[in-house]
């Protein structure tokens, strides 16, 4: 028989029972790309629908799983006779038993769909007074009777679970798509933990490097004020990226964790299931872990994400293109008798960059630097280091420049470090690069060089 036949004959059944009353039967789901299954069980013409009977009888036996899903249709004055109904409360618990586990737990529609999908011939459920849950093969509402739904359900406090006097009414629909939904939930976790070890594999790699780095970096400059306290600093702030990359990498790790943690709960619910697809708890247990697993998986791409752009921001340009033109840069200190320069300048604030990569151009840091080129922070010059595979930059301004007492022309502050000392502290190259018009073009004429101090072994 049709639906559409069944439905007919239910409203010519009970279409007298009540003055201002409508009978409500689901017919196939219209659920949107879901591909949904009609019950395998319709109600029978000849013993469904009757008003008299013991409370229940019109549900059909226990023990199966009619439906995978719910959704909720309306707010209504319930007036179906009790045989088609049954009660949570007088038969969760199965036996004589009036009290267990079931019952001491806080109702919400979850815990009422989860008991009623287990009857032949139930369609829907309803909630009533925050607490009280039956199934029922329709429901028969009345249009007398006031109040409304706005008792909040005693295990969730965000759902609404009746009121006084009406009933949250939700239909329950076969889709049959439990295990396509776990399967595609356990594929998002593998691309999840997948993307995730990735980028928390190359945040340590990244802090292994900076933290050595910043251990090597010994120039024994820091009491010469204030230009020797701008130069020390680098160890301190190289240190301080380490931790940032460090603490959100172990978030996505600990993310990570939970999420592989509750895939095989998952696994260990599906292997259940295919043991007894019928069981109704085994479907569930699936159904929670799959929807679990999927809030966990969203939770460590966020994570993920998060950590992606926290090192895009430290790898900076050091990881991107070089200039092609680089000739408007120029190193400073007597490179041509390998003693390479270190700039005292004022650093541009949050202007800071380290990236591992196996390119050794500082080109790549003048790019950004002559991006920098107007403001009141302006790059005037950048220092730049490469060590082991990890390039890293700073970006300075103008600020710090002195007027040396023994010199007519103003002078950019620089640290002479020869190259035994570069090698010592395990540095492949570095140096500080000046653009052209910075020290050509300043105010106070052309700049010369003021070396602080000469760094050697």
């Not at 249709?73 to 179906?80: G, K, L, R």
């Not at 295990?179 to 945040?203: L, P, R, W």
């Not at 408007?328 to 591992?356: I, M, Q, R, T």
Request: contains cysteine.
């Amino acid at each position: 028989m049709s639906s559409f036949a069944v439905s007919a004959l239910f409203f010519s059944v009970l279409t007298p029972l009540a003055d201002g009353a409508s009978l409500r039967h689901r017919g196939v789901p219209q659920l949107g790309a879901r591909r949904c299954k009609p019950y395998k069980s319709l109600i029978q013409a000849e013993n469904a629908m009757v008003p008299e009977g013991e409370p229940g009888s019109g549900l059909g036996a226990r023990g199966g799983v009619v439906a995978d899903g719910f959704s909720r249709v309306s707010c209504e004055n319930d007036i179906a006779p009790a045989s088609q109904r049954i009660s949570f409360k007088e038969n969760a618990c199965g036996g004589n038993l009036k009290s267990c586990r079931l019952t001491e737990m806080g109702m919400t529609p979850r815990l009422c769909f989860d008991f009623c999908r287990q009857y032949e011939n139930a369609k829907f459920f309803g909630l009533k007074s925050g607490r009280d849950c039956y199934c029922s093969v329709y429901y028969h509402a009345s249009s007398t009777g006031g109040g409304d739904c706005s008792a909040v359900c005693e295990g969730d406090k965000k759902q609404m679970c009746g009121g006084m006097e009406k009933s949250s009414l939700f239909e329950m629909h076969m889709c049959a798509d439990t295990g396509s939904e776990a399967e595609a939930a356990a594929d998002m976790s593998q691309k999840a933990v997948a993307a995730s070890k990735a980028i928390v594999e190359a945040g340590a790699t990244t802090t292994k490097k900076l933290n050595a780095l910043a251990n090597d970096w010994k120039l024994g400059v820091c009491s010469v004020k204030p230009e020797g306290e701008r130069v020390c600093k680098l160890s301190s702030q190289w240190t301080g990226t380490a931790n940032d990359i460090s603490t959100v990498g172990s978030e996505a790790t600990h993310d990570t964790d939970v999420l592989k943690k509750k895939t095989k709960t998952l696994e260990e619910a599906q292997a259940a299931l295919k043991k007894d697809e019928k069981n109704a708890a085994a479907m569930s247990a699936v159904e929670l872990a799959t929807r679990e697993v999927r809030d966990a998986a969203a939770k460590v791409s966020g994570s993920t994400e998060v950590m992606k752009n926290n090192m895009n921001n430290i790898n900076g340009p050091a990881a991107g293109e070089p200039l092609k033109s680089f000739d408007v840069f120029k190193p400073l200190g007597d490179v041509k008798n390998k003693w390479y320069a270190v700039c005292a300048l004022v650093p541009v604030p949050g202007e800071s960059y380290a990236a591992v990569t196996d390119k050794d151009d500082p080109a790549a840091c003048a790019t950004r630097c002559l991006g920098l080129s107007t403001g009141n922070e302006a790059c005037a010059a950048f220092n730049y280091q490469y060590k082991d595979g990890l390039a890293t930059c700073q970006m300075l301004t103008a600020e710090g420049v002195v007027e040396p007492d023994d010199a007519i022309n103003a002078a950019v502050p620089i640290f002479e470090v020869s190259e035994t000392k570069r090698n010592q502290m395990g540095v492949s190259s570095m140096g500080c690069y000046a653009h052209g018009r910075f020290t050509a073009g300043h105010p106070k004429g052309p700049l010369g060089l003021k070396v602080v101090r000469e760094v050697t072994i």
